[in-house]
């Protein structure tokens, strides 16, 4: 791999950039494999990076039914952070958020992690209670937060309406400075160009139509290219787990649903941090771009489109409206949607199924994008020892059947 | 944006009036099941790609909850029927037209 | 027309007897009514009107509508500025103020530095140290954006309309008009929205004639005819900006923007909120610019743009025009401009052989055409000062001869035109390649009709056939009977092929060459997209976010497709196999004012208030929102804080008498035959056996077995209940038991309704609360034997019927007071009168919550949150196993989880220290951990945390691991500021833990 740098720039330049390699091979499926991971976004790129990096594990295919990136890992608002409320959750998301700021390095492939804090508003006195009751866990969990007040909180976010005669007026924030956002799509292209380099086959355009079982044990996938046999086989597939779960006669806890982010045209730098509301329902940051980057509520129903409803949207933005007065003015450019997998405890499954050889890691619901380092660590780490890391073990999809569920619904940035 | 017929108002009204209330036609077993098909029962959902048998609420109408045969890629609204009829397993499973 | 030296003597539809001046980045002009910004800065001859994104390169106005990517303005000033504005949508009026938003550009990075910075740049430098890269983001955020925020909160209102009809007609051009005109003759109702200030679209800068009028004329007809329908609805100034599933569509009209602010005055943007039958598209197309070097150059038009505003505006933006093209219509724009009185200097036709009716139009009007020529590069500095022309191979992508200099001051270039599918890809239909469109057309949909340019049609007659076809065809769709129409006939030449190209090549190789411009606001070339196909991003979804091709406010109407064509040559693909991304609403820009509509400020979200609201009011009451409700949080005395008058609120209650408005609490009336058993599965507590006339307490769950609500029911008859939710749960519940009675339970006869709002519930509490409902309730009995705890009477409290529940939340003797809700004011002043000899003060939630958690009652959604069974809350007593149907949640309880002995479980918290309260979240730790890095392991955590004036010291509720089997031990909890704080774990019941009182 030939490596990136300023000076690489420069060298390029003398040549009109006429001989940068291709960041990642187009690779053609071999007949077997050690590892065939299912699904090209962020979290199967990590899993493979890292089962090859930490693991040595480098026969590994991803096999990607589009192209790389081009599910969730694409299509969020790329909010970073780790102040989630359970033990469990917060150790994993932390864990994430401890590899993000030297991910740059690590992927010699600037991810653009920017820590540039994010705010959770109260606006009720419960609300209040709960971002009180998480702060004192994060903090006791070594995870950075405070409590700021609406006169804080109007220093640092000049344009929020910190008025008391709001309808919901702001009580109080939780506040993490070490979270921020990241350039969403470079986090996937980072991971596959590393993984490349390790060896690992990412072979795009090729959905899978099965999921071979031999005795109990996973045995490869079929693919519309023909068998590719494997030992073990990830599945890593938000917004479609359900129908690979279904090609391994499994069935999941997962509910698939649009969840519908905007982004306004291009703005002179006006808000410099990340805020998230749950009670009036919006979490808005802005690109370095310019633009605002809004994240709108999930659809009510199941859906695999890449779309939703409009009133939705119109919810979204008229919280926006009351907590920027100032952005009322403000057009949205697009809006899209995301499939999340949402789990009934707004946490993720990551680990071993009932069939031998085979794991998932899916459900992630809003919490995908900022878990990406995380989750494809403790996922390779799974696939490679055969055991659930142990930051991974209480998210077992054994835990419904214990009632052991480990309820992040008010962490979550959306109500489910 | 969807468009649904209530069958208990028989007028074609915008989603907006309506919640949606799961997966239809889930049988809650008796209580001495194992934990397993407990969980089953509370968690599993079948969330196929494609027909997808839901009930719906017709909250800011009639208040009577309802069966939808919905395609979840699409948003094609095949059939809506009252609780208690019978699955329209004939739309369910077949290739979309 | 002094000061507009670009102005045509003659022509336009502008109206020349009265001048009006604007101001644009500081220096004043005039320009005349029915231009836009963009026409009156041409017709002074202001030709820069941006610096681009990221070279910092001088920009000029390219296109003429929607499409334009360069002429980007800022408008206004202070609250009332509009940011982003497209020059070439913005109507000029009187006094508009205006500044481009585009004197930016990173500063450091000049067109120099180019050649370092190619696509992508940024992921391959600054990774380490993460502070540079922060270091770095600065100056980029500093150089990005373009417009500002305003400064404070918008002045203008937005309104919103909900419309119906069958047929949604998008555009009104030349098809969208034809369409309209059938679907309305067949009495269907149709409405029709166009984003230009006047119906027509291409046809009001046209110099056709249809049906032997100018087209013009037969436009004005059709809308006339259109304007006698009752059931047709025209909207101009009125962009389709999205169209979802189901066929709603979105539509923002522009109701103020073509005059000053009216700052509020009238609503500044209607949302028409539309659901169609059916949809005919009839948006048009969009010219595609010609890709070659220099081609962002001030000077470098469409060619249709060109002939708009000669047409249109009556402005030439230029002297001597050279004109680039691959097809047959460009040759318009020579003829619009020859006959402008200016001169055409060549056309370069990348075709062989030209013959069609307009080449030979020009030809035979003495325009020199060069055949399989080119232009491939502009000349100039800050504007075209020459075209390089050079001839082509038939293919188009080679040179076959050197370049040559022609002088001129403009380009006009046309290399085919982009239907305007965005609408219909918007509900996840992909549009389709057509080779003999040359651009990617609608792909099929039930319920969507597409006319004219957006299916490739090149002629006015064919948009006219395609629209009255679409017209009938959508409202036969939507049970309407159609007449044939006879077709309508135009004098307009007839098209020859089109040739398929994209870019111009240069000598040099595209990597070597002078920039040849894809994206204009974006700044991304031909380089850059051969740059993301050589490194393997080859999906067009990759290329498009490595270079950021179409991230613009134009969303890549110029741009797009001819990215897509370099990379499918760089990858040695069809353009139809790469296939195009996804087009997401909006179609254009749309403001989020106009989409909130008028759900912002008072009426974000509707206030729920009690009966008594105005009294509390009046009180001085502190609101808290619980919920949609209001509710009054203390009552302060002058100088009270919110301690002391709570702290003087319990003592009321505790030795005298006083009063809350429990109103908000939610009442679901239920009723039938079945009403016990339906009941008695819902509630873990059994239900069969309640007396007529008695209450109990319930505690519901989800079948997860976590506590969902509680409250207390009333039986009030044989076959009805009255069921009592928290406040803020109560349409939860009502959906809840809904759901079990009519999917699990329809056997069930039994009914329910809420009554939440009909009824108003005042608690008089205290010791003295006998005594002073006495005063105005003769006809029941208050005997502590007569009216025991947990029952329930009617008579009548002031006069007015009421059911009195002898039911508390304080442990103190209270009668919860029932009455319909219009007549609870009288109630309540005539209770407070008779209560005020004793000093009777009105309390709110803060006193409530103190006094409860006195008593060690649990708040649902306070001291639980969804993860807390019965047991774990101490309420087995509530819960009753072995009932014939079981209750809801019932089973889960035995789940494995759930009977681990370290569970998180209800105690109560004694400080050490008796005057410090533990503030609500605070954790839970063993041992007296200070705050440290490092993890400490939680044991639990305080749910609630008071003063208690009555008990003298401060209590709390928490919930802890094992927490009853920890009954005496101390723990900790360590606070932000670095106290902790010692607590001793007792029994959540603080106070009368027998109950006396209530019962008293």
């Known amino acids: 791999m030939e490596r990136y740098s300023l000076f690489g720039l420069l060298k390029h330049a003398l040549h009109h950039h006429e001989d940068w390699p291709r960041a990642w091979r187009d690779a053609e499926p071999r007949s077997s494999y050690d590892v065939v991971i299912v699904g090209g976004g962020g979290h199967g790129l990590a899993t493979a990076y890292y089962l090859a990096k930490v693991h040595g594990i480098s026969d590994v295919a991803v096999v990607e039914k589009g192209w790389l990136g081009g599910g969730n890992t694409g299509r969020n608002t790329t909010i970073v952070r780790s102040n989630y409320l359970r033990d469990e959750a917060a150790w994993l998301y932390d864990f994430a958020l401890e590899l993000w700021p030297d991910l740059s390095r690590e992927l010699n492939f600037n991810v653009m992690f920017s820590p540039r804090g994010v705010l959770n508003l109260g606006h009720t006195l419960q609300e209040m209670r709960d971002i009180e009751r998480r702060v004192n866990a994060n903090r006791l969990n070594g995870i950075d937060g405070e409590v700021l007040s609406p006169a804080e909180l109007e220093a640092r976010v000049p344009l929020l309406n910190c008025s008391a005669s709001a309808r919901y007026p702001v009580l109080g924030a939780s506040w993490q400075p070490r979270g921020g956002v990241a350039r969403h799509d470079a986090v996937a292209w980072g991971y596959a160009r590393a993984a490349d380099a390790l060896g690992v086959d990412l072979i795009q355009q090729t959905p899978v139509t099965g999921i071979r079982v031999e005795d109990g044990r996973v045995a490869g996938v079929e693919t519309d290219r023909g068998l590719i046999a494997a030992r073990k086989v990830a599945c890593v597939v938000a917004g479609h787990s359900g129908v690979l779960a279904a090609m391994a006669g499994l069935r999941l806890p997962i509910e698939s649903r649009p969840l519908q982010a905007l982004v306004s045209e291009p703005l002179k730098p006006c808000l410099d941090t990340v805020v998230m509301s749950n009670a009036v329902h919006c979490y808005i940051s802005q690109a370095d771009k310019g633009d605002l980057v809004i994240g709108a509520g999930a659809d009510g129903y199941t859906g695999y489109g890449q779309r939703g409803s409009f009133h939705i949207i119109e919810h979204s933005l008229a919280a926006v409206c009351e907590l920027f007065p100032a952005f009322s003015r403000v057009r949205m450019n697009r809006q899209w949607g995301g499939i999340v997998d949402i789990c009934p405890d707004a946490c993720p499954i990551i680990g071993k199924t009932p069939v031998g050889g085979l794991y998932f890691n899916c459900g992630w619901g809003t919490g995908g994008f900022k878990s990406t380092p995380g989750s494809g660590y403790v996922f390779a780490d799974t696939i490679a020892h055969d055991r659930p890391h142990p930051l991974a073990a209480p998210f077992a999809l054994s835990r419904f059947e214990r009632g052991a569920l480990i309820d992040e619904h008010g962490a979550a940035g959306v109500a489910h | 944006m969807l468009l649904l017929q209530c069958p208990h108002c028989l007028e074609a009204r915008s989603e907006e009036e309506f919640d949606y209330a799961g997966e239809a036609h889930i049988q809650r077993p008796a209580t001495d099941v194992s934990d397993a098909e407990w969980a089953d029962y509370l968690y599993f959902r079948s969330n196929p790609q494609g027909r997808h048998c839901e009930m719906w609420v017709h909250t800011a109408g009639c208040r009577r909850y309802f069966n939808v045969v919905r395609d979840t890629v699409s948003y094609d609204v095949l059939a809506v029927y009252p609780i208690g009829e019978r699955e329209r397993e004939s739309l369910v499973g077949k290739p979309p037209p | 027309m002094t000061g507009q030296p670009r102005r045509l003597p003659v022509g336009g539809r502008v109206d020349r007897t009265s001048p009006i001046s604007f101001t644009f980045d500081g220096r004043t002009y005039q320009g005349l009514r029915g231009d836009t910004l963009a026409s009156a800065l041409l017709a002074n001859g202001v030709y820069v009107v941006a610096r681009s994104f990221k070279f910092g390169r001088p920009r000029g106005v390219v296109g003429s509508g929607a499409e334009e990517p360069n002429a980007i303005v800022q408008l206004g000033t202070g609250a009332d500025a509009l940011p982003n504005q497209r020059a070439t949508q913005v109507e000029l009026y009187d006094g508009l103020v205006g500044a481009s938003s585009a004197a930016h550009g990173l500063r450091g990075l000049i067109d120099a530095a180019r050649r370092v910075l190619p696509a992508g740049f940024y992921y391959k430098m600054l990774m380490a140290p993460p502070i540079l890269w922060r270091f770095w983001e600065q100056v980029l955020r500093r150089g990005a954006g373009l417009g500002t925020v305003p400064q404070g909160a918008d002045p203008d209102r937005y309104d919103k309309l909900n419309r119906h009809c069958d047929v949604m007609v998008v555009g009104a051009g030349a098809a969208g008009l034809a369409a309209a005109l059938v679907a309305a003759r067949s009495g269907a109702r149709v409405v029709v929205a166009d984003e230009q200030d006047a119906f027509g679209g291409s046809l009001l800068a046209s110099a056709l004639h249809i049906d032997n009028r100018p087209a013009a004329e037969w436009v004005v007809d059709a809308v006339s005819e259109l304007r006698t329908f009752e059931d047709v609805v025209m909207l101009p100034r009125s962009t389709v900006v999205g169209l979802y599933d189901h066929n709603f569509l979105t539509v923002l009209e522009r109701c103020a923007d073509h005059g000053p602010s009216t700052s509020g005055a009238a609503a500044r943007e209607r949302l028409h909120r539309v659901r169609a039958k059916e949809v005919v598209l009839a948006a048009g197309a969009i010219e595609r610019p010609l890709v070659f070097a220099n081609n962002d150059l001030p000077g470098v038009m469409l060619a249709s743009a060109v002939s708009c505003y000669v047409n249109r505006y009556g402005v030439a933006p230029g002297e001597r025009l050279v004109l680039a093209t691959t097809n047959d219509a460009g040759y318009r724009t020579a003829l619009d401009w ?523 959604g306070q001291d639980t949150d969804g993860s807390m069974t019965p047991h774990d809350m101490g309420l087995d007593w509530a819960v009753r196993h072995g009932k014939r149907h079981g209750f809801v949640g019932e089973r889960s309880l035995a789940l494995a989880d759930y009977q681990r002995a370290d569970r998180l479980q209800l105690v109560g918290l004694r400080t050490v220290e008796p005057a410090t309260v533990i503030p609500e979240g605070a954790q839970i730790v063993a041992d007296v951990y200070r705050m440290r890095s490092g993890r400490v392991p939680m044991r639990g955590f305080v749910t609630s945390g008071y003063y208690s004036a009555t008990l003298k010291r401060s209590i709390a509720l928490a919930m802890l691991k094992g927490g009853r089997g920890r009954l005496g031990e101390t723990v900790h909890c360590p606070l932000d500021n670095g106290n902790v704080l010692a607590a001793e774990v007792v029994d959540p019941v603080f106070y009368d833990p027998d109950g006396e009182r209530q019962n008293a």
């Open chain 3, 338 to 860: 020859q006959r402008a009185g200016r001169e055409v200097v060549a056309v370069a036709d990348s075709r062989a052989d030209p013959s069609g009716a307009l080449p030979r139009a020009a030809r035979d009007a003495g325009i020199r055409v060069l055949r399989s020529h080119g232009v491939v590069e502009a000349v100039g500095h800050a504007h075209v000062r020459a075209a390089r022309v050079a001839s082509l191979n038939t293919a188009g992508d080679a040179l076959t001869s050197t370049a040559r200099r022609i002088n001129c001051d403009l380009i006009a270039c046309s290399g085919g035109w982009n239907p305007a599918v965005h609408l219909s890809s918007q509900t996840g239909t992909r549009p389709v390649w057509s080779d003999e469109a040359v651009g990617f057309v609608a792909g099929q949909r039930r319920g969507l009709h597409c006319a004219g340019a957006v299916t490739g049609a090149a002629t006015v007659a064919e948009c006219l056939g395609q629209g009255a076809a679409a017209g009938a065809s959508a409202a036969r769709a939507a049970g309407f009977a159609t007449d044939e129409t006879e077709p309508l006939a135009t004098d307009e030449a007839p098209l020859d092929a089109q040739q398929a190209l994209f870019v111009i090549p240069h000598s040099r190789r595209t990597s070597r060459a002078p920039p040849q411009f894809v994206d204009l606001q974006l700044d991304v070339t031909a380089a850059d997209i051969e740059l993301a196909a050589r490194e393997g991003y080859e999906s067009v979804e990759h290329a498009k976010r490595y270079t950021a091709l179409g991230f613009g406010t134009d969303q890549g109407k110029l741009g797009n497709v001819n990215g897509i064509a370099i990379l499918a040559s760089a990858l040695g693909r069809e353009i139809g196999e790469v296939g195009t991304t996804m087009f997401r609403p909006a179609y254009t820009p749309a403001t989020f004012g106009a989409i909130a509509g008028r759900d912002v400020g008072d009426l974000f979200d509707p206030e729920r208030h009690t009966p008594m609201h105005v009294w509390h009011e009046a009180q001085g009451a502190v609101w808290e929102d619980v919920g949609r409700w209001k509710r009054p949080r203390y009552y302060p005395k002058p100088g009270e804080d919110m301690d002391a008058a709570v702290a003087r609120e319990c003592i009321v209650a505790r030795t005298g008498v006083a009063m809350m408005d429990a109103s908000t609490l939610g009442k679901i009336d239920v009723q039938g035959p079945d009403a016990a058993r339906f009941l008695d599965r819902i509630y873990a507590g059994g239900f069969l056996r309640l007396g007529v006339g008695r209450c109990r307490y319930g505690v519901m769950l989800k079948d997860d077995g976590m506590i969902f609500d509680d409250g207390v029911t009333v039986r009030l008859d044989d076959e009805r209940y009255l069921v009592h939710t928290t406040t803020g749960n109560a349409e939860a519940v009502l959906a809840w038991l809904e759901l079990w009675r009519q999917t699990e339970w329809p056997d069930l006869d039994v009914y329910l309704t809420s009554v939440t709002d009909h009824w108003a519930t005042m608690a008089v509490v205290g010791p003295k609360a006998r005594e002073v409902l006495g005063r105005v309730c003769s006809d029941i009995d208050l005997g502590a034997d007569a009216f025991p705890f947990m029952a329930c009477r009617e008579g009548h409290v002031a006069g007015v019927r009421a059911r009195v529940l002898r039911i508390s939340f304080s442990g103190e003797l209270s009668f919860e007071v029932n009455v319909a809700a219009g007549q609870a004011v009288a109630v309540w002043e005539a209770l407070m009168a008779a209560g005020s000899a004793d000093g009777i003060t009105p309390y709110g939630t803060e006193t409530m919550h103190v006094l409860r958690a006195e008593k060690g009652y649990i708040i649902v």
